[in-house]
Structures are given as C-alpha cells and as structure tokens.
C-alpha cells in the first residue's frame, strides 16, 4: 500500500493531468448529453407516441458495449478517428439515456391534479413548464445528470483505449505490461473521481443555495472548456502512436524521444487497441507515425499470401504502403515474431522444443492467447493447420498483458506471446521452435504518414537514425526493464535514447 | 339576472360506456351560488371543466359571460374563472406568498403591487400575512391550504369562482366553519360560484340553489329548502333519504 502511495507520488504530475483529462472529457460529455436530453425529454412528454421508441433506442445505444461503439465510431468522418473526439461522442451517446429517461418520467410524474391546476390558473404552456412541470421534476432531472456523469467518468476510462487520455491511460498501460500498481493509480484515481462527483452533484440537487450551484456549474463549464481547448490541439506536433502491449509502448517511447531530442515536439497517443486501429489513425491523420511489424502489416493489414523471406516482405510491404499515402522507413534491427510459450517444467516432462511436437499433448493442453491471434489471417488456425494440430480445448481469450502471468499461474499451459518479450527468460519460459516455418518474419518497421515527413523538418532524418539501431536481446532486455522490473517504459526508452545519440 | 354561465345541452362523452353528461342544460344566474350535487360518476366535475375549458363538449353549447367558451382567449377565459379543488392545489416548491400572487406575477404586475395583493387577499380569508406569507403549502393544516387556494383562485379577482368538492378532505369542525365563511366572502364579494359536492348537508350550507345531477342530467333544480321538502320522485328522493339521518 505505502508501495503505491509512493508510486502514486513519483507519477502525481502526470496523474494530475490525466484527472483533468478525465473529468474534463467527462464533464463535456455530460453538459452535451444534459443539453440533448434535456430538451428531448421536455419534447417526449409533449408528444407522447414517440416517447416509447424513443426512449427504446437510448436504451438500445446504452447496451452497445463501450469497445464496440469505439469501434464504430473511428472510422466515420469528422466525429471519427481516435482522441478526444470519439471518446467524448461515445460518453454523449451513453449519457444522454439517464437525462432523457428521467426528464421524462420526472415531468410525468408530477401530480396531474398540480399540473391542471396550473392550465385552470390561466398559464401558458411554456409558464407551466418553466414555473411548475421542471421546477417539481428537478430531483428526477438532477438525478439523471448525475447518473451520466458517473457513467460518463467510468465509461471514460476505457476511452484511453482510442486515444483519448484519462485516466485509463494508466489502466491499460497497467495491462500492457502486468503492472497492477498502474492499473490501481488508473483505477483507483476514477473511483475517486465518480464517488466524488456523485456526492457534489447530490448537494447540488439538494440546495437551494444559489452560490454553491453557481461555483459547481462554474467549474463544469471550466473543465468543459479545457475539454474544448484540448480538442483543437493548436502546436504542430508530431503524434507518435503504439499499439496496447509493453514493446509496441516502448518503441513509441523510443520514436518520441527520438524526435524530442531533436527538438521535434510530440503527442504521444500509446496503447491503441490493435494494428487496425493504429493503420485507420494514419490514414485517417490522427497519428504521424508508429512502429509496426513487417508481417503483420503483409498478411493482417494489407490481406496479402504469406512470405517468409524477410527482404521479399519488406519489399511488398513497402509497395502497399506507398500506395496508400504512407511511408516505410528503415528497419529497427529486430523481429519480433510470434512465439508459443510454455513452462519448463512441461518442455522437460512432455520433452516438448517444436511446435510439432505439440501433437503429443494436444488432448490436455490449455490455451491462451489475445483475441487479434485467433482472428489474423497468420494466426491460430492456420498454424494449427499448418502443423495439423487439433486441440482438444478451444483456447481462452485474453488480454497480451496477463497472458504470462495467467501461464505462471497455471492457468494456462500454453500461451502465445513474441519472441521478443522480456517476461520469457525472466519467468523461465520455454518458446517453441517455428519448426515448419509457418509464421512470417516480423521486422520491426516505423510507417509515417508521407504528408507528414514533408510537414516536419527533420523527421524523415530522426527515424533513419534508428535504422539497425535494435537487436533482439536488446529489446528483449528493454521489455523486461518494464516487464520484470516494473519500471517506466518512458524512462527505460529515454535511457536508452541517451545511449545512442 | 342575466346568467353568467350557461350550459345549454350539453353532451360529453369519453371513450366508452354511456355519456358522463347528457343533453345537459345549467344557468346560474350573477351573484348566485349554485351547488352543483351528485354521486360520483354523475358528470358534476366534467361540467364545471366545461367552463373553464379544461374539456371540450361533444355537442351542445357552454357560454360564459355571454360568450361561448371556444370564442373566448383561453388565458384570458381562465383568468375570469377562479378555480378551487380539494386540498387547495398549491405548487408544494413555492411559498404561500408565491402561490397566491403567482397569476398577478404572470399578468405583469410590478412586485409591490402583487405583494400588496397578496396580504389584502391573505387577510380576506382570514390568514394573517405576516405569519403565513414565508410558509409553504406542507407546513400548512389542511384547512389553511383551502384558505390560500381560495386566496389564489381570488387574485385576479375573477366574476366567477369554481369549486370541486372544496371541503373534502376536512375534518367536521374545520369543515363547517370554512364552508360559512366561504359563502359569506362569495356573497360580501358579490362572486358567482358554483360548487360541487356530493354532500347534502354541504350544498344546502353553502348553495342557494341546489342541482342534482344523475346520470349526466339534471334529475332536480331548487332552493335547498324546496329540495329538502320536496324531493323529485325516484333518485333525487332516495338520494336525500340516504344522506338524512334516520
């Protein structure tokens, strides 16, 4: 505990910024939802044969779970892409349920015999509104806002996963390198964030001090605000991006302070949630540039037939990224190909070292591996094609991040995992030999947008001057800097940096 | 007497089941007060929603003032109609002052003058404005929140004064003590009213004329003396046996 309080400590810059982040991505969202439904409440309650389909199709968004609306949402124009942006439509679409929902069953419910006394009065529609119908719904409304904005500050943290900042950042870094003092300086920091909001917007709607609701609503128009601000991003900067694991992290960390020494200003938007995502974002211009695996860029990007000639892969890769407006630059030094890992124990027992020996224990054996594997077109079922491998078990899903430590806890006895990772050597792990040479080469390759090398001076320059510059036990040392030993991927890359420059 | 309110034949129907008034007819004559009495279901409180229009006839007319309703602007209909339910109808977020003075607020009056108005009607129905101006309607006995329902329904001082079934909700005492003080202000202000109740004894307190509506008609029309004396044969007879102690 005093273990995380210190960690917490070391970070409270950064943190510090994420919380703004967070509640201001939060916040806006909120104002946006409470300024739609709102309204549309007022409005259902006036025409009352829209209010079920309505309110159906709120609740029928609401289900749509977060990832996926994410999902959806990128590849549309303007609202799309990743940051910010789709992050804070994807909080309006969950938030605006619990306003409309509310405003529409607090106006209904106010007391019909109130309500004509008001008409009976002589008030006009909108002074039965106004003076009577929202005066008495507001407890309902408020809680409605209320409600949203707590789904909106939890919802925000899986926004970190488009690269939308917050404190999720934390948590899914925290994943990517099965670091659990991230995950609660992320997670811990939100609960915070949503209990104390709960609790602030409960006094709101329960005074009648007109001081106390200014300065609230002062501070959510603030923070609205430093959302908007932080929308337009004004400095020409180079956005570096990465993919959700630890080396992907790394070599983002490497690129940026790369440029950052060369004086190249840099927005880091890490931990996107997979090659897809990262490949739209460039085409899509939310991110200059990222580091990508030759292979994977042949067979799960571009769909092409399987190679394993590593010059012929660069060769075609190189070719369909130019025609697509992007660049490859020259390779880091390694590959980083996928690896079937096991425990030693079972590798001495089974006597296990190829991938075909597998045959031998396919009836028993428990797999792991992360959800891209079972779906890329050089993944799971080719290569138990490939080696005519039939497991018995369907293997289980999970994060890249935990698949280790689900292994050393026996959960699983096979995981997939890269060559390169740290953790394998650290843990005595066994990787088993590609002895059918079923995966392609994975040469770590930086892709740029080309309109971007011509934007920034220099940029072209700083990536070169990392070509050749990483080997595989170079690497694999760096990921288990972060790995193993639980250091910051920033500070272990900007060691690094430092070494080579 | 010209009529102030004229009912003449008047259908109202809802969605099934036989008409709630049929063919209909009601004058009530200025500065009378008429005690419209029947059991529930007889078409009483959709007549008096007739008149200030919170529901439309299917067939015949409703005149106020000499005017047919429909002809008239409905805010400036409402507010020559002062209109009393049970309990008072106050808006429970505003305060006494706030509740009386509200139609006066919304006609544009400057604040002195509603504020004036208020304590003039507060001491009318016997609250003392200093004591209950800041108070609101749940820190208030059932009995005082009719009186500021009345305060209210008075504000912009309106010819006419509606009440549905004012004094339902009180005990005895209260309610007898009310019901006298509320005909002598109806009668002292030279207000027309009508009242419904399905209390005998009430209507002959208050009314000066008695109608007794039974099923959506009107079985019988007189003073409360003739009524008491000679009820109409069949349902007006059996309804005045049911409500007079043995």
């Known amino acids: ?501 | 007497m010209p009529a102030l309110v004229d009912l003449r034949d008047v259908t109202k129907r809802f969605a099934s089941g036989p008409p709630v008034l049929d063919r209909a007819s009601l004058d009530v004559p200025e500065g009378s007060i008429l005690a419209l009495l029947g059991a529930s279901g007889s078409g009483k409180t959709t007549a008096l929603r007739l008149i200030n229009r919170l529901a439309q006839p299917d067939e015949g007319l409703v005149l106020v003032l000499g005017k047919p309703v429909e002809a008239w602007d409905l805010i400036e209909l409402r507010r020559k109609i002062g209109y009393v339910i049970q309990e008072g109808g106050l808006f429970p977020h505003f305060d006494v002052a706030r509740n009386v003075g509200l139609v006066p607020e919304r006609m544009g009056w400057s604040e002195a003058k509603v504020s004036r108005r208020v304590r003039e009607l507060l001491t009318l129905v016997g609250l003392d404005p200093a004591a209950f101006e800041r108070r609101f309607p749940r820190e208030l006995s059932g009995g005082q929140r009719q009186r500021v329902g009345l305060a209210r329904a008075l504000a912009a001082d309106p010819p006419l004064l509606l009440f549905d079934e004012p004094f339902g909700a009180l005990d005895p005492i209260t309610r007898r003590r009310l019901q006298d003080e509320f005909r002598g202000l109806v009668k002292r202000l030279g207000k027309t009213a009508i009242v419904v109740t399905h209390d005998l004894a009430e209507a002959c307190r208050v009314a000066d004329e008695i109608a007794v509506l039974h099923e959506g008609r009107v079985a019988q029309r007189a003073t409360p003396k003739a009524l008491l004396k000679e009820p109409a044969e069949g349902y007006v007879a059996s309804f005045v046996a049911a409500s007079t102690p043995e």
């Open chain 1, 1 to 501: 505990m005093t273990d995380l309080l210190a960690f917490i400590a070391e970070r409270r810059d950064e943190l510090g910024r994420l919380v703004v982040e967070h509640l201001a991505m939060s916040a806006l969202a909120t104002l946006i939802a409470a300024a739609i439904g709102l309204p549309l409440g007022i409005l259902l309650t006036r025409r009352e044969r829209f209010a079920a389909p309505a309110l159906a199709l709120a609740n029928v968004v609401q289900t749509i779970p977060s990832l996926a609306l994410f999902g959806l949402l990128i590849p549309l124009p303007l609202v799309g892409g990743i940051g910010p942006r789709p992050a804070i439509l994807a909080l309006i679409l969950y938030a605006v349920l619990p306003v409309l929902r509310n405003t529409y069953d607090g106006i209904r419910g106010v007391d019909p015999a109130l309500r004509e006394a008001a008409e009976a009065l002589g008030l006009r529609p909108m002074e039965r509104l106004r003076l009577i119908e929202l005066p008495l719904a507001m407890p309902v409304i408020l809680g409605g806002v209320r409600l949203a904005a707590v789904l909106s500050i939890g919802t925000a943290t899986i926004a970190a996963a488009v690269g939308a900042g917050g404190l999720g950042t934390y948590v899914l870094r925290g994943i990517a390198t099965v670091d659990t003092r991230l995950i609660l300086a992320g997670a811990i920091p939100a609960a915070f964030l949503a209990v104390l909001v709960d609790a602030a917007l409960g006094r709101l709607a329960r005074s009648r001090s007109p001081l106390r609701t200014g300065l609230i609503l002062i501070l959510v128009g603030a923070l609205s605000a430093a959302a908007l601000v932080d929308l337009r991003s004004p400095v020409p900067r180079v956005v570096v991006g990465s993919k959700n694991f630890t080396e992907s992290v790394l070599l983002g960390e490497i690129v940026a302070a790369t440029l950052e020494t060369r004086g190249i200003a840099v927005d880091r938007r890490f931990n996107l949630g997979g090659a897809w995502l990262c490949h739209r974002a460039l085409l899509a211009g939310d991110l200059d540039v990222y580091v990508e695996y030759s292979g994977t860029a042949l067979m799960d990007i571009f769909k092409r037939p399987k190679e394993t000639d590593r010059a012929t892969v660069l060769a075609i890769v190189g070719a369909e990224y130019q025609k697509v407006g992007l660049a490859v630059l020259p390779p880091l030094g390694y590959e980083n190909n996928f690896a079937l890992v096991i425990r030693k124990e079972d590798a001495s027992r089974f006597s296990l070292s190829r991938i075909s020996d597998l045959v031998k224990v396919q009836d028993r054996l428990r797999l792991g591996m992360f959800g891209e594997f079972l779906e890329r077109s050089d993944g799971f079922r080719g290569l138990t094609a490939a080696y005519g491998l039939a497991f018995a078990k369907p293997p289980s899903e999970m994060d890249l991040g935990l698949l280790y430590q689900a292994l050393e806890k026996k959960l699983v006895d096979l995981a997939v995992g890269s060559t390169t990772d740290g953790l394998i050597a650290a843990r005595g792990f066994v990787v088993l030999e590609d002895d059918q040479r079923y995966f392609p080469p994975y040469d770590a390759i930086p892709v740029a947008r080309r309109a971007a090398l011509a934007e920034h001076a220099g940029l072209a320059e700083a990536l070169q001057s990392l070509a050749g510059r990483i080997d595989a036990p170079t690497i694999q040392r760096l990921n288990h800097e972060v790995d193993g030993r639980r250091r910051d991927p920033r500070d272990v890359a900007a060691e690094f940096v430092k070494t080579l420059f």
